[in-house]
């Protein structure tokens, strides 16, 4: 697996602590897991490494995003857990809408350009710039809205009630 500081991948890195005599086990049973998850949406690959001293293993993996990942985790609870109840196919994919907001680091970006934009010492092309990342944000912020509206039709909620249970503050409103 190639380590590079570009793109947008999220990376992982676990640490075990094991003993001299089992750290081959561990990295056995590490090596099935990882076959296993090879086939998951997003999933990118692992490098496993040992200490010579026997005492640890470093996984290093790479998942092609947050959300990916989010869902391997959500799967992988569910397998675990059965019981629990399950949202439809249709829930969980209104629930990931209305979750999608703008990326740290768009939402970092969108921060600085406005602060300059107060200061008054934003460049032209900045200002293009923050047009274009205020436009993305009120899409994704109306596509989130329009999911939310149509879960709570779905549940046959208001949708200030489906806002509460699911933790959702409204934002102020600027006048």
Same mark, same amino acid.
């Given at each position: ?65 947050? +959300? /990916?990942?989010? #869902?391997? !985790?959500? %799967?992988?609870?569910? $397998? &675990?857990?059965?019981?629990?109840? =399950? *949202?439809?196919? @249709? ?50 912020? +109306? /596509?989130?809205? #329009?999911? !939310?509206? %149509?879960?709570?039709? $779905? &549940?046959?909620?208001?949708?200030? =009630? *489906?806002?509460? @249970? ?10």
């Amino acid at each position: 697996m190639h380590i590079s500081k570009d793109g947008d991948l999220i990376t992982l890195i676990n640490v075990f602590d094991t003993t001299p005599e089992q750290q081959q086990a561990l990295i056995d049973q590490w090596v099935r897991f990882t076959e296993e998850v090879s086939n998951e949406p997003g999933y990118v690959g692992t490098a496993l490494h040992k200490s010579t001293d026997g005492t640890r293993v470093i996984n290093y993996a790479h998942w092609r995003s947050q +959300a /990916d990942f989010d #869902a391997f !985790l959500e %799967e992988a609870l569910l $397998l &675990r857990n059965p019981s629990r109840p =399950t *949202l439809s196919a @249709q829930e969980t994919k209104l629930i990931r809408q209305i979750n999608r907001g703008l990326p740290v680091d768009l939402r970092k970006r969108y921060a600085q350009l406005s602060g300059r934009q107060k200061k008054g010492t934003l460049t032209a092309t900045e200002h293009k710039e923050l047009l274009k990342l205020t436009h993305e944000a009120e899409s994704r912020d +109306a /596509d989130r809205a #329009a999911a !939310l509206v %149509e879960l709570a039709k $779905l &549940r046959r909620l208001p949708v200030r =009630t *489906l806002m509460t @249970q699911m933790g959702i503050k409204a934002p102020p409103i600027h006048g």
